[in-house]
């Protein structure tokens, strides 16, 4: 698949500290923000322009044995109506390799925050996910509504046996910001949150040191060539 090198690869993140760890030159970041919906209208309105799209960021852990910090690449995305995307081949074993041999597995796309253990338990059944975030499928969907090729990178933030308090699943704004008075309303309405609330910044703690030594593994291109014939590394 041959791509315009003068083009941005288009990097979608939720939080603006992913966002921020996904800059570089040559990458349009688009933090989404948890607004599934307005996040698909702008990508579809910029992808035209770019290069290629990638999913960058944390995620939720479907998979019972992993680890906050695990960082994977993504070999299919699941939509949450069941349509799969496959992840550009060359590309996802590029950036796996470049990962120190990252495991290549499928993701799962959702439109609202999954925080209990049940319905992460159950995705993971249903799907063989093992990843679950809120832009992955969107990147895939509007990557292939416009023949561009994809790739997602997520790190796990909360395992799968982890429930989210409410104070953590309220806490973004639409432009990726943390919402930290919406936290603390949530606190002062359920008080007994704060300890579970503490687990899940210190996993989110070791997801963001996780993210950014992943980053800083990637060519500024996210590890993205030029798949002609012959293979050339144009990034």
């Known amino acids: 698949m041959k791509t315009d090198p003068e083009r941005p690869i288009i990097a979608v993140c939720g939080l603006k500290a992913e966002a921020k760890m996904a800059a570089g030159p ?20 910029l992808a035209p322009h770019a290069r290629a799209l990638v999913s960058f960021g944390i995620a939720g852990g479907l998979a019972p044995d992993l680890k906050a910090g695990a960082c994977l ?41 999954l925080a209990d253990r049940a319905g992460k338990q159950a995705l993971h059944r249903e799907t063989g996910a093992v990843l ?36 953590a699943t309220v806490g973004m704004r639409p432009d990726g910001r ?21 687990r899940t910044a210190l996993d989110a703690r070791a997801a963001f040191a996780s993210l950014f030594r992943s980053r800083q ?9 030029d798949f002609g014939d012959p293979l050339l590394d144009v990034a």
């Open 26 to 45: 040559g990458i349009l970041v688009m933090p989404g923000g948890g607004d599934s919906w307005a996040l698909e209208i702008a990508l579809r309105q």
């Open 132 to 167: 679950v975030d809120m832009e992955s499928h969107i990147v895939a969907r509007v990557a292939r509504a416009h023949s561009l090729p994809f790739a997602a990178i997520r790190v796990v933030a909360d395992p799968a046996g982890r429930q989210l308090p409410h104070a």
């Open 73 to 113: 690449v993504a070999s299919s995305v699941i939509c949450p109506l069941g349509e799969t995307f496959e992840a550009h081949l060359g590309w996802r074993e590029s950036l796996a390799g470049a990962l120190g041999g990252a495991a290549i597995a499928r993701f799962a796309g959702v439109d609202v925050p």
């Open 178 to 198: 943390v919402d930290i008075a919406a936290v603390l309303r949530s606190l002062a309405r359920d008080p007994r949150q704060v300890p579970a609330l503490v």
């Open 217 to 225: 593994m990637l060519s500024r291109g996210f590890g993205l060539f």
